[in-house]
């Protein structure tokens, strides 16, 4: 007997099966803000690289596994991520209660576009960090 869960993954695969992996995670971003459970799903079929496992950490934080999400960045090359995805490490450190952990990713910030500016600052703000 297949469970409506195997039946929707089943449905899944063969409809993702063949589809360029960037269009998957291009998806898979559309639907973290309305759909993190579905996103998480996506992230998972996509290849990975240390931007998926910052997506992957993100979902999980929206779903509450904050846990799970921790253990989706171990060992995650922190010089590859895009300054967003570094935020959403810094912010995970926080919440973790690694504050040292969360300063020092941000102090490894070289250079903040004006654009984030702002975004930047509050966030350091809010986290009681230091920019």
């Given at each position: ?9 089943q ?6 099966q063949g ?6 995670a ?5 639907l973290?803000?309305?759909?993190p459970a579905a996103?998480?799903?996506?992230w998972?079929?996509?290849p ?9 950490a993100?979902c999980?934080?929206?779903l509450g596994?904050t ?6 960045v171990?060992g995650l090359?922190?010089?590859a991520?895009e300054?967003g995805?570094l935020l959403?490490?810094?912010a995970?450190a ?7 952990t969360?300063q ?8 903040v ?16 960090l230091?920019?």
């Open positions: 007997a297949h469970t409506p869960g195997a039946v929707h993954a449905r899944l695969d063969q409809v993702l589809h360029d992996p960037a269009a998957v291009q998806a898979a971003l559309a973290e803000d309305t759909d996103a998480l799903d996506l998972s079929r996509v990975g690289s240390p931007a998926v496992q910052v997506a992957t993100r999980l934080l929206q596994r846990e799970q999400a921790l253990t989706a171990e090359d922190v010089g991520l300054l995805d959403v490490v810094v995970l926080a919440a973790a209660g690694d504050r040292d969360a020092t990713l941000l102090d490894s910030v070289q250079e576009p004006p654009t984030l500016r702002s975004t930047v600052d509050g966030l350091a703000s809010t986290l009681g230091v920019v």
